[in-house]
C-alpha cells in the first residue's frame, strides 16, 4: 500500500492550493479516504473526509473554504483549499481508512 502526497509549497494569504494523494496497492474505490494535517508543536487534526459514494465531510475550520474530490480511475484524490490563511500552515497528510495507512505529507505553507 502506499500513499503519495504532492503539490504542497508556499502560497500567499488569500491565495489557492490544490494537493493530490496518488494511491496504490489496494482497490482506491471500495476505500473510504481523508486528508489530516499537523501544524508545527500541535497534534494531527481532521481536515476532510470522502467517502466510496462521494460523499464528504469538513472540519469547521476549512468548510467552505476546501473541497475535497476523488478520481477513482487515478486511483487519487485531492484537496482544493481557497481563501488561504496562516493557520492553515501544516503539513498535510492523506490517510485510507480500513487500510489504516498513512502518506508521507506534503508541507504548505501560508506566508506573506
Known amino acids: 500500500v502506499q500513499l503519495v502526497e504532492s503539490g504542497g509549497g508556499l502560497v500567499q494569504p488569500g491565495g489557492s492550493l490544490t494537493i493530490s494523494c496518488a494511491t496504490s496497492?489496494?482497490?482506491?474505490?471500495?476505500?473510504?479516504m481523508a486528508w489530516y494535517r499537523q501544524a508545527p508543536g500541535k497534534a494531527r487534526e481532521f481536515v476532510a473526509s470522502i467517502s466510496v459514494s462521494d460523499q464528504t465531510a469538513y472540519s469547521n475550520s476549512v468548510k467552505g473554504r476546501f473541497a475535497i474530490s476523488r478520481d477513482n480511475a487515478e486511483n487519487t484524490m485531492y484537496l482544493q483549499m481557497n481563501s488561504l490563511n496562516p493557520e492553515d500552515t501544516a503539513i498535510y497528510y492523506c490517510?485510507?481508512?480500513?487500510?489504516?495507512?498513512w502518506g508521507q505529507g506534503t508541507q504548505v505553507t501560508v506566508s506573506s
Open positions: 496497492g489496494f482497490t482506491f474505490s471500495n476505500y473510504f
Open positions: 490517510y485510507c481508512i480500513g487500510v489504516d495507512s
